[in-house]
């Protein structure tokens, strides 16, 4: 298994990956990328933001190497962006959309009580990590986030919420800097299957 310093450093080849393929993609209809490299995750705007967020504040934990071509990964993302704010706000609203969706369903599962037979909380979470990251970037100029946004991800903490136990922070505790708890609480804990009612 991969420790906490091999995954980031897996993250940055990730992004640096995104980021050169960003125009592409922007300029596509697409919105899971499948990346030239074999081995990759798709390439979404989601993705490479969760990625970003963590990798800039954990930077220190990365060598000399890594963080020059972290650097220059965010230098051509932005970029890229900068040229491409239309498409960009384009592809978050329909990522933001897909990716509330799929956390609705994952939530859908665990008030089925058969989200711990298939999938891994703290996998299944990456999804509502996203949600936080395009919010957060479409809350910033130029762009304005849509009000029925934020409304749909409360609706969806209040559902998670019900069957939430408090706990550790469930990824590698170097990343914990990253994420405070007061943000991103849904890190620090896991959803539990509510029990199925007897016949």
Same mark, same amino acid.
């Given at each position: 298994?991969?420790?906490?310093?091999?995954? $980031?450093?897996? *993250? /940055?080849?990730?992004?640096?990956?995104?980021? @050169?393929? &960003?125009? #592409?993609? $922007?300029?596509? *209809? /697409?919105?899971?990328?499948?990346?030239?490299? @074999?081995? &990759?995750? #798709?390439?979404?705007?989601?993705?490479?933001?969760?990625?970003?967020?963590?990798?800039?504040?954990?930077?220190?934990?990365?060598?000399?190497?890594?963080?020059?071509?972290?650097?220059?990964?965010?230098?051509?993302?932005?970029?890229?962006?900068?040229?491409?704010?239309?498409?960009?706000?384009?592809?978050?609203?329909?990522?933001?959309?897909?990716?509330?969706?799929?956390?609705?369903?994952?939530?859908?599962?665990?008030?089925?009580?058969?989200?711990?037979?298939?999938?891994?909380?703290?996998?299944?979470?990456?999804?509502?990590?996203?949600?936080?990251?395009?919010?957060?970037?479409?809350?910033?100029?130029?762009?304005?986030?849509?009000?029925?946004?934020?409304?749909?991800?409360?609706?969806?903490?209040?559902?998670?919420?019900?069957?939430?136990?408090?706990?550790?922070?469930?990824?590698?505790?170097?990343?914990?800097?990253?994420?405070?708890?007061?943000?991103?609480?849904?890190?620090?804990?896991?959803?539990?299957?509510?029990?199925?009612?007897?016949?």
């Amino acid at each position: 298994m991969a420790t906490a310093i091999e995954k $980031l450093e897996r *993250d /940055v080849t990730i992004i640096a990956t995104m980021a @050169s393929e &960003m125009e #592409a993609y $922007l300029n596509s *209809d /697409v919105l899971f990328w499948h990346m030239g490299t @074999s081995g &990759m995750p #798709a390439l979404t705007l989601g993705g490479y933001l969760m990625r970003q967020h963590r990798l800039l504040i954990l930077r220190h934990l990365l060598n000399d190497t890594k963080q020059i071509m972290l650097d220059g990964a965010v230098q051509q993302y932005n970029g890229v962006i900068s040229e491409k704010i239309i498409r960009f706000e384009q592809k978050a609203h329909r990522e933001q959309d897909a990716r509330l969706r799929q956390w609705g369903e994952y939530l859908k599962d665990v008030d089925r009580g058969i989200a711990a037979k298939t999938s891994n909380y703290g996998t299944a979470v990456e999804t509502r990590t996203m949600i936080s990251g395009l919010s957060e970037s479409l809350r910033l100029a130029p762009y304005k986030l849509e009000q029925r946004i934020p409304a749909q991800t409360t609706l969806l903490d209040n559902q998670l919420k019900q069957v939430w136990k408090p706990g550790d922070f469930i990824w590698f505790d170097e990343w914990q800097p990253a994420y405070p708890q007061e943000d991103y609480w849904w890190l620090y804990g896991k959803a539990k299957d509510k029990p199925k009612a007897k016949p």
